[in-house]
C-alpha cells in the first residue's frame, strides 16, 4: 500500500547521462485516508441525528379551595391503576362498598402490550376511531382541507361518546409506565386524559390485589 | 511445456474514489452533526410515539433514577435575569464572573446556598459533584422559586425577540415565544418524584407540560 509511488511511471536507467530524477506524479494518500476516516469515525460517533422529541401533557388545574361547586359528573370514563410494569382498570364511577344496586368495583387486569390496553381502549373508544377513520377518508379524497381536518378531530374528541380516562398511580409505578400508558391513550385516540390522586380505598384494592 | 504466465499486476490499489467517498461522508457528518451538550446528570428517557420536536425557548426540569431534580433554561439573556432575580430573593452574593458562568452553564441542579460553590467549580467537575438536585419542599420550594422568575424572565425574552421578529417584517405567533416547559424524566424513575414536581408546576398554574421522548414507530 506505501509504495503507491512508485507505480507505472516508467524509470528506466540511461547510463552515462545525468537526469534530474523524475519525480512521480502520484502522491502517498495513504496518511490522508486515514485521517480521513479518523474524522469520520469521531462524527459519526458522536452527531446525534434526531432531536428529541416531546409528548405534551394538560393536567387539570388544581382546584381553588374557595370553589364550592361540585366537579362535574363524568359519565363513560375509566380509570386506570398503574403500579410497578401493571396495568389494573375499572370503568365507570368507583364504589368502595355496595350503593344502591351497583356492586363494590372490582379491578380488572390487563398489561401494557398490543393485546391488553390497546385492544380494550380500541374498543370503548369505538366512536371516536370510526370518526377518525371517514375524516382520514374524507381527507385523503381532498373533500376537507387540513385545518377543517384538525378542528374536526378536536370537536370528535370532546364528545359526549368519547372515552375519558383518569390514571392514578401508587408509589412504586415508574415514569416508563406512566409514559408508556399515556402514549396508549394518544394511540388512542383519547382527548380527555387526567392524572389524578389516588384514593385510599382505591390503594388498597390494588395492594391485594397485586399480591 | 509452455507456462502459464500469470500479468504481473501492480499491488497498489488506486484509492481515489475511497478518499473521495470517504470525505464526502466527513462533509456530510460534520454539518450534519449537532453536538450533545455535556450535561451533569445522565436521563434515560421512556419512548412515545409523539413526533413533536421540543420548541426553541424552554424551562428544562429533569429528575433523574434517583429522583433528583435538575434545572435548565435555553435562553442565556433570560438565565441572566432569573440569577439576578434569584441572588436578590435568596440574598446570595455572585460575582459578575459567577453570574457569566451561570448564564452560559447548562443544567444543574444544587440549592441556592450552594450556588457560588458550584458555579467555581470547572464543567467536568461539576459533573462529578454529588448534589441532591434543588429542594421542592414545602418548607423550602426552591424548585418553585426557580420556575417562576425563570418563567417571568423567559416571558420577558420571548416578547424581545418577538417584537423584534415583527419589526424583520416577519407575521409571528406570540404563542411560539412563550416560554414552554419540559420535563425531562427517566424512565425508571418512581412516578411519585415527577409528580411532586408536577404539582409545583401546577400550584404556579402551568398545566400545561411537556415530557421528553424517545421516538418509536406508531403502530398501523
Known sequence: MADMGEGGSGGGHDKGKKRAKKSSTRVDMTPMVDLAFLLLTFFVLTSTFSKPKVMSMVYPAKPDPLDLTKPPKINNAITFLVTEDKLFYYTGQYYSVPTGDKPATVLEETNFGPKGVRKLLADLNKSVLRGKEGLDKQLENKEIQDSTYLRKLIDLKKEKEALKVLIKTDDKATCKNFIDLVDELKIAEIGVIAPVDILASELELLKSKIK | ?220
Not at chain 2, 30 to 41: N, T
Not at chain 2, 86 to 102: A, C, P, S, V
Not at chain 2, 130 to 142: E, F, H, R, V, Y
Open chain 2, 1 to 220: 511445456m509452455p507456462k502459464i504466465k500469470i500479468p504481473k499486476s501492480s499491488p497498489s490499489i488506486d484509492m481515489t474514489p475511497m478518499v473521495d467517498l470517504a470525505f464526502l461522508l466527513v462533509t456530510f457528518f460534520m454539518l450534519s452533526a449537532s453536538f450533545r451538550s455535556s450535561e451533569p446528570v445522565e436521563v434515560d428517557v421512556p419512548s412515545s410515539i409523539s413526533d413533536k420536536i421540543i420548541p426553541e425557548n424552554v424551562l428544562l426540569v429533569s429528575i433523574d433514577k434517583g429522583g433528583r431534580v435538575f434545572f435548565n433554561m435555553s435562553d442565556p439573556e433570560a438565565r441572566r435575569e432569573l440569577v439576578t432575580n434569584m441572588i436578590g430573593k435568596y440574598k446570595i452574593n455572585l460575582t459578575q464572573e459567577q453570574i457569566d458562568k451561570f448564564t452560559y452553564m447548562t443544567t444543574f441542579g444544587c440549592t441556592m446556598q450552594e450556588l457560588p460553590q458550584y458555579l467555581d467549580l470547572d464543567a467536568e467537575k461539576r459533573k462529578s459533584v454529588n448534589t441532591k438536585g434543588i429542594p421542592l419542599d414545602s418548607l423550602n420550594n426552591q424548585l418553585q422559586d426557580w420556575i417562576y422568575y425563570g418563567n417571568i424572565a423567559a416571558l420577558n425574552t420571548g416578547k424581545t425577540n418577538y417584537e423584534e421578529a415583527k419589526l424583520n417584517g416577519e407575521a409571528p405567533e406570540m404563542n411560539d415565544f412563550k416560554p414552554k416547559f419540559i420535563l425531562r424524566v427517566d424512565g425508571k424513575a418512581v412516578y411519585v418524584h415527577a409528580q411532586n414536581v408536577i404539582n409545583v408546576f401546577r400550584d404556579l398554574k402551568l398545566n400545561n407540560l411537556n415530557f421528553v421522548t424517545s421516538m418509536e414507530m406508531a403502530p398501523l
